[in-house]
């Protein structure tokens, strides 16, 4: 298990310095540079500076051999839009409120998601059923901009403010009443996803001659549930789950830009545009990283919850 | 009229369907008395594998629905009109089932040890530690070696004999007084399948457990069951002891069954016969006999009316218009084993 564990993290080392190397070429192939991605047209002796400053006259594998470099040490380099700014920086302030937004809208969308899912899946047929089915059509095809907004008229103005984040270290009234708009019209995609997985996930295991045994053996529905449904139909659940989070847990610019949750999501587009080579080159490892620990972490719960896949893992295969 | 441990009573059991209402058990009455090993013998679709869920109420409603006039009696109470409750209390404590299928029998996630302790602790007060201690006598009693090491492993560690050693441990976990094994040996391969009807003749014989043996192996359940009971097209149309069923058979069905079983005694090595054609669709079932349109001896009346059962001893009797004095006066017969040697 520890090997494996091992092997693991290596090929998560390899495959983020493929993407950080695949990154790096394709921004300096793109046509254009920083120096030319504001309105004003600068004169040429400025532009000569800046290039020099930001080391941009040198050769393209050098400056990369440079960034590699500084990336060992841990730095990431300074925004050339907002000097002083360092790409440390932003995702030391930035990501904790991606972070809790992310984290919070996982857990409601799960919780939800898997109860509606399984509820449905109870009454197949019935009013519950068809209500889940509603809701999940309604959450996949209704962008989660629309439902922030409606949260905003509707919800909002109140108890709840229309737009703001909570403060880290608030109290946790404070931290839900900022935080609860933005969490519920981040989770709706996800409760619409699981609740479909789960339903279709649990109606195959009910189909198992060990869910008729159980009833056999004098178990109630809710210890059938329990002990018997639960861990078998949450395997497929992990697969979509693990790169969700990733996704989730990095920001997501439209809700973050709605409520203006100060987060790392907005980051993401104004360093493309604004040709910001320190902060695009930090925003996509940093998404990589936490995408790939999400797929590690999936292969690994899949080991905990199929004692199948364990044997498969200690056995080396 | 002395109790019977189990009394079916004009069990009706219908499955409402995009096609129709299909009516898959028409009418089932038999009973099982204490200690007695009873088998249900039948093709695919006669019913057999619902009468006996029927009697754990494991009929899903809907689509399934138990007609109201049925009746199933263990120990002279209607488990019909049980209550959620008490159909918990009752399954696995006092009727346990054994499926057909052991690779799907047992849940994949779930040691097996912990399959087996959670029957025993669910229908009895013991702490875990006893419960295991149970579960280790029960896993030798159904003879898997190293019964402390298998409690902590996952089904797929079992092979397909294995697993349905532990279904036999998880249904005997609470010694009930009735087992209903629906076709237990079919998904074995042969040498396995007598080893596992040894082992349920053991239990059987050593708890004084009713058995229910649901077979479309005529082979399998010779050397078991006390009763026959022959199921065709959702009715019984034979029912009697081991021995009167195979020597005796009454009803050209049962007749048809025992001649396509392989014998090896049988000298002029004759080709074994199959029964032409297929059971009838139980959407729209045939108001006659179901067997007419199969059946070698047909009569006009056969495709008219159902035949009603005909005795030939207190524990014999077979619904077949042969039986009928008439028939054997026009066709002059005494015995109707005649008429089924003379086709031969």
Request: aromatic content about 8%.
């Amino acid at each position: 298990m520890v090997k494996y564990i091992a092997k693991k993290i290596g090929y998560m080392i390899v495959t983020l310095w493929i993407i950080l190397t695949v990154t790096f070429f394709l921004m300096n192939t793109m046509p254009g540079d920083p120096t030319q991605s504001s309105m004003k047209v600068l004169p040429e002796a400025v532009v000569e500076n800046l290039k020099a400053r930001w080391g941009l006259d040198k050769p393209v594998t050098e400056q990369y051999v440079i960034y590699l470099k500084n990336l060992l040490r841990g730095e990431m380099g300074e925004s050339y839009k907002t000097p002083g700014l360092t790409a440390n920086q932003v995702i030391e302030e930035r990501f904790p409120a991606s972070l809790r937004l992310g984290l919070q809208a996982v857990v409601v969308s799960l919780i939800i998601g898997l109860i509606l899912g399984i509820l449905a899946a109870f009454n197949r047929g019935k009013w519950l059923d068809f209500l889940t089915i509603f809701i999940a059509i309604l959450g996949v095809s209704i962008p989660s901009f629309v439902f922030a907004a409606l949260l905003q008229k509707y919800a909002a103005g109140g108890f709840f403010p229309i737009v703001g984040w909570a403060a880290e270290g608030s109290s946790l009234i404070e931290i839900f009443r900022g935080t609860a708009l933005p969490t519920l019209a981040a989770s709706i995609g996800g409760i619409a996803t699981y609740s479909r997985f789960m339903r279709s996930s649990v109606l195959d295991v009910l189909s198992n001659d060990y869910i008729l045994l159980a009833k056999a053996k004098g178990l109630s529905k809710f210890q059938i549930v329990t002990r018997h449904v639960l861990r078998n139909a949450i395997t497929p659940i992990i697969s979509i789950v693990a790169p969700q989070i990733a996704g989730i847990v990095t920001g997501s610019f439209v809700i973050e830009r709605i409520f203006s949750v100060p987060g790392l999501g907005r980051y993401y587009v104004e360093s493309v545009s604004g040709r910001d080579y320190p902060l695009i080159m930090a925003t996509t490892i940093f998404f990589s990283a936490i995408f790939i620990v999400c797929m590690v972490a999936m292969d690994i719960l899949y080991a905990v919850v199929d004692p199948r896949i364990r044997k498969s893992i200690i056995d080396g295969k | 009229m002395s109790e019977h441990l189990l009394e079916v009573k004009d069990l009706k059991v219908s499955f409402h369907t995009y096609a129709g209402e299909v009516q898959a058990v028409r009418g089932v009455t038999f009973h099982v008395d204490k200690g007695e090993c009873m088998a249900i013998v039948g093709e695919s679709g006669s019913g057999k594998t619902v009468t006996s869920k029927a009697v754990l109420g494991l009929i899903a409603t809907p689509p399934g629905e138990v007609k109201k006039e049925s009746q199933i009696l263990f120990e002279g109470k209607n488990i019909l009109d049980f209550t959620d409750k008490e159909w918990r209390d009752y399954r696995g404590k006092e009727a346990a089932m054994i499926f057909q299928d052991p690779m799907t029998s047992l849940n994949p996630t779930m040691k097996v040890g912990k399959q087996i302790m959670e029957s025993i602790m669910l229908h009895n007060k013991v702490s875990k530690k006893e419960a295991r201690e149970q579960a280790i006598e029960l896993l030798r009693k159904v003879n898997i070696p190293n019964p402390e090491d298998r409690l902590n492993q996952y089904p797929y560690e079992f092979s397909g004999g294995m697993r349905q050693r532990v279904v036999i441990a998880i249904a005997l976990a609470c010694n009930p007084k009735l087992m209903i094994a629906d076709e237990p040996t079919t998904a074995l391969d042969v040498t396995i399948q007598a080893q596992i009807m040894k082992l349920l003749k053991e239990i059987q014989t050593k708890n004084d457990t009713a058995v229910v043996m649901i077979t479309h192996d005529l082979g399998v359940v010779a050397g078991m069951a006390d009763y026959i009971t022959v199921m065709y097209a959702g009715c019984i149309v034979e029912q009697g002891t081991v021995d009167e069923i195979f020597k005796d058979p009454q009803h050209p069905y049962t007749d048809a069954l025992l001649k396509a079983v392989p014998n090896l005694e049988n000298e002029n090595k004759s080709e074994l016969q199959i029964i032409p054609g297929t059971p009838p669709d139980l959407i729209s079932p045939p108001k006659g006999c179901g067997f007419a349109t199969r059946c070698k001896y047909c009569m006009g009346i056969c495709r008219e009316k159902a035949p009603e059962y005909t005795d030939s001893s207190d524990t014999h009797k077979a619904a077949c218009w042969l039986l009928h004095p008439m028939a054997k006066e026009v066709y002059g017969f005494e015995n109707i084993k005649e008429v089924f040697e003379n086709e031969k």
